[in-house]
């Protein structure tokens, strides 16, 4: 059974009907830095056409997903599948981004999640981006929470294998 972490509160039992995946191997993505662009463009405009601003959704959309892609991009583990899955319910899309990494990525996903739930998180992304030092790895998580109002899960599927699920609730930002 996965472990699951939330980020703000807990899973709700709402159900969120699929729309499109794509599943890669892992090593087929990680050949070239292009693929994170290309998979996010793709993904933005199957499923922005039927927005109320299908441009700025797209836009938005795109945006989030290339950031969620390039984490899967940096990881260490050099073989395993790669799955994007997106569904909607609603005025909120989910990305379920499944794969493989190794214990360290694993633990530090998991930790920079539950930080993000805590109070302070946006002072921890003010500090981040404000400060001297450099930005910290868990900048692109903090910047969907706040930037998108995203909620983020963990899920650890196996030993080597994670699930980041991240709601966005781009229709209803405002503009």
């Given at each position: 059974m996965p472990m699951t972490l939330a980020s703000q509160g807990a899973?709700?039992?709402?159900?969120?009907?699929p729309m499109i995946q794509i599943d890669f191997e892992i090593k087929n993505f990680l050949s070239a830095w292009l693929?994170?662009?290309h998979v996010s463009n793709y993904m933005a405009r199957m499923i922005s056409h039927n927005r109320s601003d299908?441009?700025?959704?797209?836009?938005?959309?795109?945006?989030?997903?290339?950031e969620l892609l390039e984490i899967a991009f940096r990881t260490r583990h050099s073989s395993g599948e790669l799955a994007c899955r997106v569904?909607?319910?609603?005025?909120?899309?989910?990305?379920?981004?499944t794969f493989p990494c190794i214990p360290e990525e694993r633990q530090f996903y998991q930790e920079a999640i539950s930080q993000i739930a805590g109070a302070e998180f946006r002072e921890r992304y003010i500090n981040s981006v404000s400060g001297d030092l450099a930005p910290s790895r868990e900048i692109v998580l903090l910047e969907l929470a706040i930037d998108y109002n995203a909620t983020l899960r963990f899920?650890?599927?196996?030993?080597?294998?994670?699930?980041l699920v991240v709601d966005l609730p781009l229709e209803s930002l405002p503009n």
């Amino acid at each position: 059974m996965p472990m699951t972490l939330a980020s703000q509160g807990a899973a709700d039992q709402v159900v969120f009907e699929p729309m499109i995946q794509i599943d890669f191997e892992i090593k087929n993505f990680l050949s070239a830095w292009l693929h994170c662009d290309h998979v996010s463009n793709y993904m933005a405009r199957m499923i922005s056409h039927n927005r109320s601003d299908s441009m700025k959704h797209s836009n938005l959309f795109s945006s989030a997903f290339n950031e969620l892609l390039e984490i899967a991009f940096r990881t260490r583990h050099s073989s395993g599948e790669l799955a994007c899955r997106v569904s909607r319910q609603g005025e909120t899309d989910r990305i379920e981004l499944t794969f493989p990494c190794i214990p360290e990525e694993r633990q530090f996903y998991q930790e920079a999640i539950s930080q993000i739930a805590g109070a302070e998180f946006r002072e921890r992304y003010i500090n981040s981006v404000s400060g001297d030092l450099a930005p910290s790895r868990e900048i692109v998580l903090l910047e969907l929470a706040i930037d998108y109002n995203a909620t983020l899960r963990f899920e650890e599927i196996n030993s080597d294998t994670i699930t980041l699920v991240v709601d966005l609730p781009l229709e209803s930002l405002p503009n």
